[in-house]
């Protein structure tokens, strides 16, 4: 009986090409880091000469992504943070726009990012001095940007804490406002106010107040807003 003997493979025989690798996957696109602005405005023709030295009586609003964003005063403990059109601050005098960083955030995260901050601006905790229009756009371009608003648009306020001591009475930095105490401000004081109301046909230009996740809606309408220095 014969065997049948099975030739081996050749080693030599050539290996078939490897598979060329996967191709990595797509890396989402960075996102375009934006500009953040800071519109200031003229609330007394007075800034005309008071500029000059530095100094100035002001209302700022932040833009990013096309939109502009404030604080203002009411009575109700709801948000004080609202929205209007780039530059277009209705009973205010625009006066210039500073470049004063850029964010990362979306637009969507800038929404959000805002209606979280304005449960600590409610229209009940403006105050001239110690928290005005100011001081909101100084805390959001700091978490925006990482970077400090020009100093000079909030100085008289600071000017005003410092020397706390000669103002008169009802504007003294002894607290901030509470819910049953009002700012009022009379021939007497020594002191005129140079605060700008909102009347009714500025609201219609607002464009809507930014609200809380636990507060309820107050229609513009509804409030009126004592901007003070901002």
Same mark, same amino acid.
């Given at each position: ?7 081996a493979l050749s080693s030599t025989a050539a290996a078939p090409p490897p598979a060329p690798p996967a191709p990595p996957p ?11 602005? &800071?519109?200031?405005? *003229?609330?007394?023709?007075? %800034? ?30 709801? @948000? ?5 059109? +780039? ?28 209606? #979280?901050?304005?449960? *600590?601006?409610?229209? #009940? ?8 229009? %100011?001081?909101?756009?100084? #805390? ?38 509470d819910e049953t105490a009002d700012l009022e401000f009379s021939d007497n004081d020594g002191l005129e106010s140079n605060a700008s109301i909102v009347?009714? @046909?500025? &609201? #219609? *230009?607002? =464009?809507?107040?930014?609200?809380? +996740?636990?507060? *309820? ?8 807003? =004592?901007?003070?220095?901002?």
């Open positions: 009986m014969r065997m049948r003997v099975l030739p797509p890396t989402p696109a960075a996102a375009a880091a934006v500009k953040v602005y &800071l519109n200031i405005y *003229d609330i007394s023709p007075i %800034n005309n000469y008071l500029y000059w030295f530095g100094l100035g009586i002001f209302h700022s609003g932040i833009q990013v992504h096309g939109m502009e964003f404030g604080f203002g005063a009411h009575e109700y403990p709801t @948000s004080g943070v609202f929205q209007v059109e +780039p530059k277009s601050c209705p009973g205010f005098i625009f006066r210039r726009s500073v470049c004063v960083g850029t964010t990362d955030m979306s637009r969507s995260e800038v929404r959000t990012f805002l209606e #979280d901050l304005a449960e *600590d601006y409610h229209g #009940d905790t403006y105050h001239l001095i110690v928290k005005n229009c %100011n001081h909101f756009t100084a #805390d959001v371009c700091k978490r925006l940007t990482g970077k400090p608003t020009p100093g000079w648009v909030n100085r008289l306020a600071k000017l005003g804490s410092v020397c706390n001591c000669v103002l008169p009475e009802n504007i003294k930095v002894s607290a901030v406002r009347d009714d @046909s500025d &609201l #219609d *230009d607002l =464009d809507h107040l930014l609200t809380t +996740p636990n507060s *309820d809606v107050v229609s513009c309408k509804d409030k009126t807003f =004592d901007s003070g220095t901002g």
